[in-house]
């Protein structure tokens, strides 16, 4: 089955340090990735869509120049924490659709856990 | 708007005991329907989907979904529950002119001997 995988798994930063996250789809090329947020014992937020070549679609409430998404290929979607705080602490999942509508599946990575000091 | 609605928090169940976790959704037509596993630190597993056709879907891991249009439910159900079922499910729906998944709230699944 088609696979999806983030770098790193686990990262801890001190407060005001930028985080790159990978999202890489590994057999398979996703015109369309996402990126979601989940707290602590909370269920998955969306928090952008990100578009092959394109700019990302961000779901309101979310800051976009706190939250830099690119998607510079078909297999890879990155996130960029910009200056980050301990309130963003948080587990984020990507996830990848191989289709070109939601009645294909979506594919999700194992999550990255970003601690905040 | 869409919104997806699973009204248990957590549930407990007896190992070899069944399960049926409730989801409810919101939304004009039918929604592309997803139920998922999380494990503590993971990422989401996919156990079923339904898009169309017979409203009874089976999934991995011996569990079903039944789609119900009157009750706009979808609830997962198991016969048996093992130790390794114990985590958290998530029903989640994606409209049918996109791509964006709408997550519950989701259910922990606690297992006892």
């Known amino acids: 089955g088609a696979v999806v995988s983030q770098h790193p798994s686990r990262v801890i930063c001190k407060s005001g340090t930028s985080v790159k996250i990978e999202c890489r789809s590994l057999d398979f090329q996703a015109t369309t990735m996402f990126w979601y947020r989940q707290f602590p014992k909370q269920s998955l937020m969306l928090m952008a869509t990100?578009?092959?070549?394109?700019?990302?679609?961000?779901e309101q409430g979310v800051e976009k120049d706190k939250f830099l998404i690119n998607h510079a290929s078909l297999t890879l979607s990155t996130l960029t924490v910009t200056s980050a705080h301990p309130e963003d602490s948080s587990f984020y999942i990507c996830?990848?659709?191989?289709?070109?509508?939601?009645?294909?599946?979506?594919?999700f990575g194992p999550g990255t856990r970003l601690t905040v000091l | 708007a869409q919104s997806v609605t699973q009204p248990d928090i957590h549930i407990t169940v007896s190992e070899g005991a069944s399960l049926e976790l409730r989801c409810n959704y919101s939304?004009?037509?039918?929604?592309?329907l997803f139920w998922y596993v999380q494990s503590p630190g993971q990422g989401l597993q996919l156990l079923l989907k339904?898009?169309?056709?017979?409203?009874l879907v089976q999934g991995i891991k011996g569990f079903e979904a039944e789609f119900k249009r009157s009750q706009s439910s979808f609830n997962l159900r198991k016969p048996s529950v093992h130790w390794s079922d114990a985590a958290e499910y998530f029903c989640a729906v994606v409209n049918t002119g996109g791509f964006k998944t709408i997550f519950g709230a989701g259910t922990r699944l606690f297992v006892k001997a």
């Open positions: 339904y898009f169309s056709g017979d409203t």
């Open positions: 939304y004009g037509a039918t929604p592309y």
């Open positions: 996830s990848a659709n191989a289709g070109t509508s939601g009645r294909n599946e979506q594919f």
């Open positions: 990100s578009n092959e070549g394109s700019k990302a679609t961000y």
